[in-house]
């Protein structure tokens, strides 16, 4: 079967760094997605990875390693405003979307 | 219009009655998307359409059917509603069907009683 796991919450400090991973196991690999979530509002687009290493955008960077099937999305100086869930998500085989359920990540000052 | 809007925003409905969700896009994408977000889940795809004129199920298209009769409008219908159908549905479009970036419409926020 095809499955995406990422933890379920994390907590982390305004201005503090947090990597939030991404583990998938998928029919197939057409590439990695990252979207973020505020609540009661739809996905947003942050990142796409297909070879494996690090893209950094701004204070967002996204990793991937195809081998091991794992990804991570590292935030750094973080705002009250990155308080929202992290979706990762893999196209498989078929160039759909496999979703991870999501990370929700609380910021406290 | 700008982007992808859905319709309604909201809705509680009786089992048993008829619903379409209406989703509309004006980027001229030519791949669009139903999926039903539910908590604790990730999203899953009830049906999708890569071109005008052609559709596909999802990983959860019972209950549910679709259609595209142009490139701007996916309707997503219910042909019976059941309590298992509360959920929120999301429209999303992409350019094509291949390492495309999915933009998403606001929601449709659905109660079945």
């Known amino acids: 079967g095809q499955n995406i796991d990422q933890p379920t919450e994390m907590t982390a400090t305004e201005g503090a760094i947090v990597q939030i991973n991404c583990t998938y196991q998928t029919s197939g690999f057409n590439g990695l997605f990252w979207y973020q979530q505020h609540a009661g509002e739809a996905p947003t687009f942050l990142s796409y990875n297909v070879l494996d290493g690090l893209e950094e955008k701004g204070r967002f960077s996204s990793f991937l390693s195809r081998s091991k099937g794992y990804s991570y999305l590292l935030l750094k100086e973080l705002q009250m405003k990155d308080s929202a869930s992290y979706l990762c998500a893999v196209s498989d085989s078929n160039y759909q979307l496999i979703w991870g359920a999501g990370t929700k990540l609380i910021i406290k000052p | 219009i700008a982007g992808i809007t859905q319709a309604p925003t909201s809705q509680i409905l009786a089992a048993g009655r008829r619903m379409t969700l209406r989703c509309t896009q004006d980027m001229r994408h030519n791949a669009m998307y139903w999926y039903r977000q539910d908590l604790g889940l990730g999203l899953r795809l009830i049906h999708y359409?890569?071109?005008?004129?052609?559709?596909g199920k999802g990983e959860v298209p019972d209950g549910y059917s679709v259609s595209r009769a142009n490139t701007d409008d996916f309707p997503l219908t219910l042909a019976s509603a059941v309590p298992s159908q509360t959920s929120v549905y999301f429209c999303a479009s992409s350019p094509g069907t291949d390492d495309n970036e999915q933009f998403f419409g606001p929601g449709t926020r659905l109660t079945v009683l």
């Open positions: 359409s890569n071109t005008a004129g052609t559709t």
